[in-house]
């Protein structure tokens, strides 16, 4: 199984205040949940996609995507820098 939040090098994010961001998860498993800053931003499954569209706050955001496949666990995170116009 294996998660991936994507982009690892894209990590600064812009966007006006109060817009969404589209965060999207490359993975295998059949559902992954997203989490921004320890906050849970959904569970979505397989057949619906992994991708959110939330806004974030502006400043330093910890993303954390955790996968579920056939009873194993996985997790990718990433360090994102928020800025808004």
């Not at 894209?10 to 965060?23: S, Y």
């Amino acid at each position: 199984p294996m998660a991936y939040i994507l982009s690892h090098t894209q990590t600064v994010r812009r966007a006006p205040a109060g817009q969404p961001h589209r965060l999207e998860v490359l993975s295998n498993c059949e559902a992954v949940e997203l989490f921004a800053n320890g906050r849970s931003l959904g569970r979505r499954s397989a057949a619906e996609g992994f991708v959110w569209q939330e806004a974030l706050p502006a400043g330093p955001v910890t993303l954390v995507a955790t996968g579920l496949k056939q009873g194993f666990a996985v997790q990718d995170s990433l360090e994102v820098q928020v800025v808004t116009e």
